[in-house]
């Protein structure tokens, strides 16, 4: 079948696309009865559970305190008679490995009973403990091979739940994964770690300000996810799209996101009908999915859940990329998670709104009316001020992969700097307080819009901005910076680290100069606050991140550049960073070598599997259906000149001109994927510096051929038949 039939079979099969099951009948079951219907939560346990187990239960999740083993059995045994009612027959120690995958490995419920039958049987320690092989996922040197026991452990935190498939169901209890010396192996451990960090500290700052209830202070998140949906039959006749997540040749369209036109317009009905499903089948697993819309680039979309205590938003992210990918098949379509996986046109992010609280005091970022006034705001605030200063090139760290090197720095995300957008109202009180004198704030108004029929509207005292990689947003902090296909979990420990170094050095510093009299907080504060701003307050900018001239500004305040994934990695294992991780008991040295060890390796792996397709697909797609077409062109000028006619060979030229520049371009990428390298960070600078480039010269070639070949020997996909065809 030729290139071209095969696009019209494909293109036939979405215009004529029904769906495969019935509709649902979101009539019959309303979304608020079916919410949290398959999670076994705090409501489910107090139901089912011993009234002294289930407090035993809530203090440990509620107040972070250690766990009664005594109570494992009952609980195994109530969630297992939970599980089987509905439908399960297997159960699972659900994990995320170092992959930023979700894991996980089935076992049977049932056991035979001796007597020809077989009865359910799940015990507190499998409930407590599964041992999973740690050798075959990556850890960076610390488990070898022959090393391969791991064990997970349950995150009695985050609830169990069941996952449905049209054949059965299963229970998915989150868990922890360690090796077997006790080293973190996973995304969990190190976030569970650093909410215990910066509890401790800022704690600390609270019983300063009078506040000493022994609630615990968590980290919350709310993330918002971006992705993109190709229907199947486009995925599957791009081999680019099916093995790397992204499109490694497509020339630009005529039409892309120029006319702003795809943004929050009318969803489309096949998508639609994909999103009310992932929905329902998010809110079955008690995800508080709130927003759905179309995002900038032409089949682009986004979900975005309600906040929500930070190791819980974590493991519920995993489950909305998990669901997504999932039922967009069951609607002809493919999710597509890649940071960029279509060239000129908007990628896609994960922005993570974070905060730190609790349920009595609410967010420790909220400003309140008047934020001038609220001195313990303020400390907080100076707090997250701080942290980005001093640990900035750590946050570009934790958010740098292959996918996301090609999103940031682009006029369309955060760039790589990373600065504080604190708004109008924020900035001049922190610049009052620089100057020593802080007495007033902008205040709230009302936006009149010039239309008698519609109200008065209240307006923010400062606007937003989009372009900021860390923007205060009324409550909380939004890093923009996270890549689509990240977990979220990296990001956080990191904030949460940082944050709890800052909230360290601030309580010594107010424990020295108050002495324990309250009488004597607020100079304290005013001089401490004054102090971090005359040395951090180069971190703020409220302008334009995407122009030039924010990149020399921020060169003169001397704030980091990371462009590259190969430049910011190496901060993971800087002394000062392995310093805090290590004081705040939240990642050993050991652990912080690993991570780098295995970032760098996805990196490399990311970028020699993208070589080499680029050179499989250059090989045996482009080529050949540029040189039928010199074949045809070269067999018409030969026609009209046996017949005496002066025919214009200026199309077979330029096409064998373009042709000569892909084969070229192909051996000189296929010659430098076959090179040898001593060092692993030796091997990720040469993929960047030389491979990249060498990559993109062989697209440019191809990009070109896509313009000036026939379009019925054109083999692939077009961006406009991928993007514009729902």
């Avoid at 373009?658 to 390298?677: F, N, V």
Wanted: with cysteine; glycine share 8%.
């Amino acid at each position: 079948m030729s290139g071209y039939q095969s696009r019209q079979d494909a293109i036939k099969a979405v215009t004529s696309y029904r769906p495969t099951h019935a509709p649902l009948d979101f009539t019959e079951t309303s979304a608020s009865e079916i919410f949290g219907c398959n999670v076994f939560s705090m409501k489910v346990m107090e139901e089912r559970l011993p009234k002294s187990i289930f407090k035993s239960l809530k203090k440990t999740v509620d107040n972070g305190q250690q766990l009664d083993p005594s109570i494992a059995d009952t609980v195994a045994a109530a969630m297992r008679d939970w599980a089987v009612s509905k439908g399960a027959t297997h159960y699972t120690h659900v994990f995320y490995p170092l992959t930023g995958l979700t894991a996980e490995k089935h076992d049977g419920f049932l056991e035979p009973d001796g007597k020809g039958g077989a009865m359910a049987e799940f015990s507190g320690k499998l409930l407590i403990q599964g041992e999973p092989d740690a050798s075959s996922f990556p850890s960076g040197g610390l488990r070898a091979t022959f090393e391969a026991r791991g064990y997970t452990a349950w995150d009695v935190t985050n609830p169990a739940y069941i996952t449905e498939n049209p054949n059965g169901t299963f229970l998915c209890i989150p868990t922890a994964f360690v090796s077997w010396t006790g080293e973190a192996l996973d995304k969990k451990t190190p976030l569970l770690r650093s909410n215990q960090a910066i509890d401790e500290q800022a704690q600390r700052v609270l019983r300063l300000f009078g506040h000493d209830t022994g609630e615990r202070v968590n980290s919350y998140a709310g993330p918002e996810q971006e992705y993109f949906l190709v229907d199947r039959n486009f995925y599957f006749a791009r081999p680019d799209l099916m093995l790397t997540g992204r499109t490694l040749f497509g020339a630009k369209p005529a039409k892309g996101q120029e006319l702003d036109d795809h943004y929050f317009g009318a969803i489309p009905n096949r998508v639609l009908s994909f999103m009310f499903e992932a929905e329902r089948e998010l809110y079955k697993l008690g995800v508080p999915v709130k927003t759905r819309h179309n995002e900038v680039a032409p089949g682009q979309f986004e979900i975005a859940p309600l906040y929500e205590q930070a190791n819980l938003a974590t493991d519920h992210n995993q489950i909305i990329m998990t669901t997504l990918k999932k039922v967009a098949k069951r609607y002809g379509m493919a999710c597509l998670l890649h940071e960029k996986p279509f060239a000129g046109i908007n990628g896609s992010g994960k922005h993570l709104n974070y905060s730190i609280g609790n349920k009595s005091l609410g967010s420790l970022f909220d400003p309140g009316d008047t934020p001038h006034e609220n001195m313990q705001f303020l400390v907080f605030c100076a707090a997250a001020i701080r942290a980005v200063y001093k640990h900035g090139d750590l946050l570009r760290a934790v958010v740098a992969t292959a996918g996301n090197d090609h999103r940031l720095g682009a006029n369309e995300a955060p760039p790589a700097i990373l600065s504080v957008y604190l708004g109008e109202q924020l900035a001049d009180i922190f610049e009052q307080i620089k100057t020593g004198k802080c007495s007033s704030c902008k205040t709230k108004g009302m936006l009149t819009v010039g239309v008698d029929t519609l109200p008065p509207l209240p307006m923010d005292a400062g606007d937003r901005n989009r372009t900021s990689p860390f923007a205060f947003t009324g409550n909380r902090f939004e890093f923009r910076a996270v890549g689509s296909n990240l977990s979220i979990a990296g990001p956080q420990v990191a904030l949460n680290t940082i944050m709890s170094e800052s909230l360290d050095y601030i309580a010594t510093e107010l424990e020295a100069k108050t002495k324990g009299d309250p009488k004597k907080l607020s100079a304290a504060v005013q001089k401490l606050l004054q102090s971090i701003m005359k040395e951090c307050g180069s971190i703020i900018f409220n302008g334009d991140g995407y122009a030039d001239a924010w990149q020399k500004e921020a060169k003169k305040r001397g704030l980091p550049n990371l462009k590259t994934s190969v430049e910011a990695l190496p901060i993971i294992t800087k002394k000062e960073v392995v310093a805090m991780f290590d004081k705040y008991k939240v990642l050993s040295p050991r652990e912080l070598e690993s991570r780098e060890e295995v970032y760098f390796e996805q990196y490399i792996q990311a970028l020699v599997t993208e070589a080499l397709l680029c050179v499989k697909m250059a090989k045996t797609t482009i080529l050949p259906a540029a040189l039928r077409y010199m074949g045809q062109l070269a067999d018409t000028c030969a026609s009209m000149k046996a017949i005496g006619m002066d025919y214009e060979m200026i199309a077979l030229e330029d096409v064998t001109a373009k042709t000569r520049g892909l084969k070229a371009a192909m051996a000189e990428l296929e010659k430098l994927t076959e090179k040898d390298h001593k060092t692993m960070k030796a091997h990720a600078a040469f993929m960047c510096d030389k491979v990249l480039p060498a990559m993109l010269k062989v697209r440019s070639f191809a990009d070109q051929l896509e313009e000036v070949v026939a379009d019925d020997l054109w083999p692939l996909p077009s961006y406009q038949e991928m993007l514009f065809i729902k």
